[in-house]
């Protein structure tokens, strides 16, 4: 069932575990998501970037989730830019939208995170922001420490926005890392111990089991994950046309994308899930 992604969050604080949130781009990785989700009775949030139209893709969505109506599960705006594209997410039925005011200077970030909650709120939609700055990971050694969530404006932040998950930088980056990633572990003890609402972690992909783990245990209870799904989707399409070169009946692109592509995404997803320990949370 599609519920506000804060109810997801709590729940997942409450339990000790984090909710694997993927990013979503088409049929086929919906499919994905929730066969994972439902292969391990997990909730899932479904992360959507507005340059994959999010109008059609949260149709997919609400099309697929009715299939699966026992899987709690959050459609979320992510990265929400321009103010009319977070209005435009709103409007398309979704239950959570992130605005990323993180580049603006901090009382700027907080007036414009403030109004958006002000808005979602009152129809019933939740609100994700970030403070500090989760950079690329192509840029790593260079932006890691300047970007890194400062605790003595968390309380506040948190306080005047009315937020009801925070998206904080602890030394994770998107995308491919340029560089070893190392997590401050004790910069996130401390954020988690003072805010009493869920934390959210960007830029699982290519952090490390081990990190991402310590990470959930510290207090992150949404990981987002979009480049090694990608890349399972891509090695899984590799091997098959590799496979279909030398076959002698060859498989429809509708089949391709159905038993190869989306298969790779569901497995490494399904990897996250038990690592996050959200296995079995339903």
Same mark, same amino acid.
């Given at each position: 069932?599609?519920?506000? *992604?804060?109810?997801? #969050? ?11 949130? +993927? ?10 998501? &929730? ?12 992360? !959507?970037?507005?340059? *994959? =139209? ?9 099309? %697929? ?9 959050? #459609? ?10 977070? *209005? ?11 605005? =990323?005011?993180?580049?603006?200077? &901090? ?7 403030? /109004? ?10 939740? !609100? /994700?922001?970030? #403070?500090?700055?989760?950079? %690329? ?13 400062? +605790? ?5 932040? %948190? /306080? ?10 602890? $030394? ?8 070893? +990633?190392?997590?401050? &572990? ?9 805010? =009493? ?5 960007? $830029?699982?992909?290519?952090? $490390? =089991? ?8 510290? $207090? ?13 989707? &891509? ?7 590799? /496979? ?11 089949? %391709? ?12 997803? *399904? ?12």
């Amino acid at each position: 069932m599609l519920e506000p *992604m804060r109810d997801l #969050l709590i729940e997942a604080k409450r339990g000790g575990y984090a909710v694997a949130a +993927p990013n979503v781009y088409n049929e086929e990785s919906v499919k994905a998501a &929730f066969r994972a989700a439902e292969e391990l009775d997990a909730p899932i949030i479904l992360d !959507v970037g507005f340059a *994959m =139209d999010i109008e059609v893709t949260g149709d997919i969505a609400r099309f %697929v989730g009715a299939r699966h109506p026992r899987i709690p599960w959050a #459609l979320n705006l992510d990265h929400g830019g321009p103010f009319e594209h977070i *209005m435009r997410a709103i409007r398309a039925g979704y239950s959570s939208v992130m605005v =990323d005011r993180s580049t603006l200077p &901090f009382e700027e970030n907080v007036a414009q995170t403030a /109004e958006v909650v002000r808005i979602a709120h009152a129809v019933g939609v939740s !609100v /994700e922001a970030e #403070l500090g700055h989760v950079g %690329v990971g192509a840029e790593y050694e260079q932006t890691r420490d300047a970007g890194l969530t400062r +605790p003595e404006e968390a309380s506040a932040f %948190v /306080e005047r926005t009315g937020v009801d998950c925070l998206a904080v930088a602890v $030394g994770t980056s998107h995308g491919t890392y340029k560089g070893t +990633p190392h997590l401050e &572990f004790d910069l996130l003890e401390t954020l988690s111990g003072m805010l =009493d609402i869920p934390l959210v972690l960007h $830029g699982g992909s290519g952090t $490390g =089991d081990d990190s991402l783990r310590r990470a959930v245990k510290t $207090g992150v209870q949404k990981v987002n994950l979009y480049t090694e799904l990608g890349e399972a989707w &891509f090695d899984a399409l590799e091997r098959e046309l590799a /496979e279909r070169a030398q076959a002698s009946v060859k498989k429809k692109p509708a089949q %391709v994308m159905e038993d190869s592509c989306r298969d790779g995404y569901q497995q490494k997803l *399904m990897h996250y899930i038990r690592l996050f320990d959200s296995a079995g949370r339903i």
